[in-house]
């Protein structure tokens, strides 16, 4: 476990923290997970993808429970609630891909999960409204208004679900190794410098 370099990525909504995560993982030649990851949860926990994608990185909500209830046995109800069953298992998953392989994983609190591993390297990428909402819109084929709406409303989402589970604060220079403004350096050049902050910190790449 502690030979393993594990790259997780925290992200503002439409700053390229995806696609600089997947750049990074092929340039390390390791493996990359974002939305891999849920259907990797689903496999090892046997809990519904479906009901794993709407909960992703979103604060727990009473529809979402209700919607959960009539889809697993009524056993449901004297154990966990599904926000704590589906916690875990994304912990356990995170853990168990840190024990066997080197990765980027990007989001899921996967920097706070994985706090105490010696390989961990963890990124906030960040950028300006204007640079986001012009990738969002381009990716969305949306208007400006909604892009906007879209960028407050998926940060405050993320933000939520990292300050619940986690001690520390999303987006905080505090809580991360690095962080990187993507409007001011770019995608291929925010890669690079992850790049070098990873030569520095460990002395060499895996």
């Given at each position: 476990m502690e030979n393993n370099l594990i790259i997780a990525i925290g992200?503002?909504?439409?700053?390229?923290?995806h696609e600089i995560g997947e750049k990074l993982a092929k340039k390390l030649g390791i493996k990359f997970y974002d939305k891999e990851l849920i259907k990797l949860i689903a496999k090892e926990s046997g809990l519904c993808e479906k009901v794993l994608e709407s909960y992703d990185e979103k604060p727990t909500n009473s529809l979402l429970y209700s919607i959960v209830m009539d889809i697993y046995p009524s056993v449901m109800y004297t154990g966990p609630?599904?926000?704590?069953q589906i916690y875990q298992a994304n912990y356990d998953a995170i853990r168990r891909l840190a024990e066997r392989e080197n990765c980027v994983i990007v989001g899921r609190?996967?920097?706070y999960i994985l706090r105490d591993h010696p390989g961990l390297v963890s990124v906030f990428v960040h950028a300006d409204k204007d640079f986001r909402a012009a990738r969002v819109a381009e990716e969305y084929k949306l208007p400006d208004v909604k892009v906007?709406?879209?960028?407050?409303k998926?940060?405050?989402k993320r933000a939520n679900y990292?300050?619940?589970?986690?001690?520390?604060q999303w987006g905080?220079?505090?809580?991360?190794?690095?962080?990187?403004?993507s409007s001011a350096l770019g995608i291929d050049n925010s890669v690079e410098l992850i790049m070098e902050y990873i030569k520095h910190k460990r002395g060499r790449l895996d």
């Open positions: 992200r503002q909504f439409g700053s390229g923290g609630t599904i926000d704590q609190c996967a920097d906007r709406d879209m960028l407050v998926t940060d405050k990292y300050n619940f589970q986690s001690e520390k905080a220079a505090t809580s991360y190794n690095l962080c990187i403004e």
